[in-house]
């Protein structure tokens, strides 16, 4: 059954069995889980970065920028997530796709790079902390998405 609407969702950690129609939002982890839209069952991860996915909230609904190309499934669907509702984008060539995927990896490398000229934002660097809640999450994410 294709979901034309998705209901956001605020969770400290994602469910073991998403729910059709819900948008899980991790956000200490700034990414957001949904099955597919086209109702195929596929799980969908959108991490929050400035070279990844942007969300926001208006106290209701959800959006999420850019679209959600879903290349790897057998389904293929395209689609936009604003305000809470789903919008179907055309299908892309092999060639569009490919294009975009080295755009967005030279903006990561661009972005991580700290070149001279280029729109770099410096972070500070993090504090080494003990391995305890990272390797628990990253094993639990393993788990849900079925690795």
Same mark, same amino acid.
């Given at each position: 059954?294709?979901?034309?609407?998705?209901?956001? @969702?605020?969770?400290?950690?994602? $469910?073991?069995?998403?729910?059709?129609?819900?948008?899980?939002?991790?956000?200490?982890?700034?990414?957001?889980?949904?099955?597919?839209?086209?109702?195929? &069952?596929?799980?969908?991860?959108?991490?929050?970065?400035?070279?990844?996915?942007?969300?926001?909230?208006?106290?209701?609904?959800?959006?999420? !920028? $850019? !679209?959600? &190309?879903?290349?790897?499934?057998?389904?293929?669907?395209?689609?936009?997530? #604003?305000?809470?509702?789903?919008?179907?984008?055309? /299908?892309?060539?092999? %060639?569009?796709? /490919?294009?975009?995927?080295?755009?967005?990896?030279?903006?990561?490398? #661009?972005?991580?790079? &700290?070149?001279?000229?280029?729109?770099?934002?410096? @972070?500070?660097?993090?504090?080494? @902390? %003990?391995?305890?809640?990272?390797?628990?999450?990253?094993? #639990?994410?393993?788990?849900?998405?079925?690795?």
């Amino acid at each position: 059954m294709t979901i034309i609407n998705l209901s956001p @969702q605020f969770v400290e950690h994602f $469910p073991e069995k998403l729910e059709p129609g819900e948008l899980y939002l991790a956000m200490e982890f700034a990414t957001a889980a949904h099955l597919c839209a086209c109702g195929c &069952g596929n799980k969908v991860i959108t991490p929050f970065s400035p070279t990844d996915w942007q969300m926001s909230f208006d106290g209701e609904t959800v959006s999420l !920028s $850019p !679209s959600i &190309g879903n290349w790897t499934f057998k389904c293929r669907s395209h689609y936009w997530v #604003r305000s809470g509702r789903i919008e179907w984008a055309g /299908n892309m060539s092999q %060639e569009s796709i /490919n294009a975009g995927r080295k755009r967005d990896a030279e903006a990561k490398a #661009r972005r991580h790079s &700290g070149r001279p000229g280029e729109d770099v934002v410096r @972070q500070p660097a993090p504090q080494i @902390q %003990e391995p305890t809640e990272v390797p628990s999450f990253i094993s #639990r994410l393993k788990k849900w998405l079925g690795f």
